[in-house]
């Protein structure tokens, strides 16, 4: 196999004084700078050609923002309820793979970010640090993000220990019962150093992606471990073994919006995973209001895939989102200055969301109106 790096100081280096950063693309240029090239390939990659990948970001180019003028500002309210728990801005930490590639301390740094910025923390079922290490970590309002293995009991497992730790929900990923092709980690052989594991599981091949394939070794975990049968009698399932509200993460379609409603879902997330499935499904802010009408208000509809500034986020609540959910931009935090650094990533994105609430006239969430969100020109003309 290709030599790959063994050791956390091999995969990351030091970088201090992140402050000067203006936006979320310095941070990445700064995280691409200090990350090993496989690392930072397997977190900014996506499927094939990476259509969806560019357009879940170009495409909220393609909305103005209608703004009201002549509006008090004086008492400005971002906050918002998702599941009995207040937040201080509809931001939320997407779930995203091996924190610790990115800084020592994982996921934990992670979740201290968010109890910081007052918002809340999806870990992700492929995390270095444990359900158990990352509520210790801080505290605050967490997410388990939920694949479904084969065996039934390791799912039900995880399940269980996320609700007896105190998470608040469970966001089941539903379009990943296997894994797109990802390029760069195929000509990477993408596997975690020796000492890394997958920090839910204590030993076996749950715990470790396999280095001796020619491929990525986290398609070779998934394609071995993951069940292809995943259905909504999975939905089902899940509901009678959990109290958690179950959130359908990985919806694109308003029929599939409706039936997930119709299955128990309690919320749904509008995502194509980042442009890391099927390329050339669309952009999420593309089918969010589709998927908003067919939900009919009956459970709160999230959107992640694309979040990179404060508009994204405005255009997002405006066509109907009750908050959004970034993911890269949290790790390019986390590579530039570790928790720190991601703390101040969701703080750039609270302040840019702020000045566009002020500027766009609007006090409080319930002020984004879909009228203050008019396409440019019709998503299919190019």
Same mark, same amino acid.
């Given at each position: 196999m290709l030599p790959i790096a063994q050791t956390l100081s091999d995969m990351t280096q030091t970088t201090t004084n992140a402050s000067d950063c203006l936006n979320v693309f310095e941070y990445e240029a700064r995280a691409k700078t200090s990350l090993a090239e496989m690392a930072y390939d397997y977190y900014s990659g996506g499927s094939w050609d990476e259509v +969806?990948?560019?357009?879940?970001?170009? %495409?909220?180019?393609?909305? &103005?923002?209608?703004?009201?003028?002549?509006? *008090?500002? +004086?008492?400005? %309210?971002? &906050?918002t309820e998702l599941f009995g728990s207040k937040i201080s801005m509809p931001l939320i930490i997407a779930p995203t793979a091996f924190h610790q590639l990115a800084t020592a301390d994982g996921e934990r740094a992670t979740a201290r970010a968010?109890?910081?910025?007052? +918002?809340?923390?999806?870990?992700?079922?492929?995390?270095?640090c444990s359900i158990e290490e990352v509520q210790v970590?801080?505290?605050?309002?967490?997410w388990f993000q939920l694949y479904v293995y084969k065996d039934r009991e390791v799912t039900k497992d995880l399940v269980q220990r996320a609700e007896a730790n105190g998470y608040e929900a469970l966001a089941l990923t539903v379009d990943s019962p296997i894994l797109g092709r990802r390029e760069k980690d195929v000509r990477n052989r993408f596997c975690l150093p020796n000492n890394f594991r997958l920090g839910h599981f204590d030993t076996g091949?749950?715990?470790?992606?396999? %280095? %001796?394939?020619? *491929?990525?070794?986290?398609?070779?975990?998934?394609?071995?471990?993951? *069940? +292809? &049968?995943?259905?909504?009698?999975?939905?089902e399932w899940l509901s009678e073994i959990t109290k958690l509200p179950i959130l359908l993460k990985g919806i694109l379609r308003a029929d599939d919006a409706a039936l997930g409603v119709k299955n128990g879902a309690a919320g749904i997330i509008v995502s194509n995973h980042g442009g890391r499935q099927l390329d050339s499904a669309p952009s999420t802010i593309s089918v969010l209001s589709e998927v908003v009408e067919a939900v009919e208000g009956r459970v709160p509809v999230l959107l992640d895939s694309g979040i990179r500034r404060g508009t994204d986020i405005f255009k997002a609540i405006g066509l109907g989102a009750k908050a959004v959910l970034t993911g890269r931009p949290i790790l390019w935090g986390l590579a530039t200055n570790g928790e720190q650094g991601a703390y101040e990533v969701l703080e750039m994105l609270r302040a840019e969301f702020q000045l566009t609430m002020q500027l766009a006239g609007c006090p409080t969430l319930k002020h984004i109106t879909p009228d203050m969100v008019r396409s440019k020109t019709p998503f299919w003309c190019k």
């Open positions: +969806t990948l560019r357009e879940n970001c170009s %495409d909220f180019s393609k909305l &103005s923002i209608m703004p009201h003028m002549l509006v *008090d500002l +004086t008492q400005l %309210d971002m &906050s968010a109890h910081r910025a007052g +918002t809340i923390m999806t870990l992700s079922t492929l995390a270095n970590a801080a505290p605050g309002p967490k091949p749950l715990a470790n992606l396999p %280095d %001796d394939v020619a *491929d990525s070794g986290l398609a070779a975990y998934i394609g071995s471990l993951y *069940d +292809t &049968s995943l259905s909504w009698k999975h939905v």
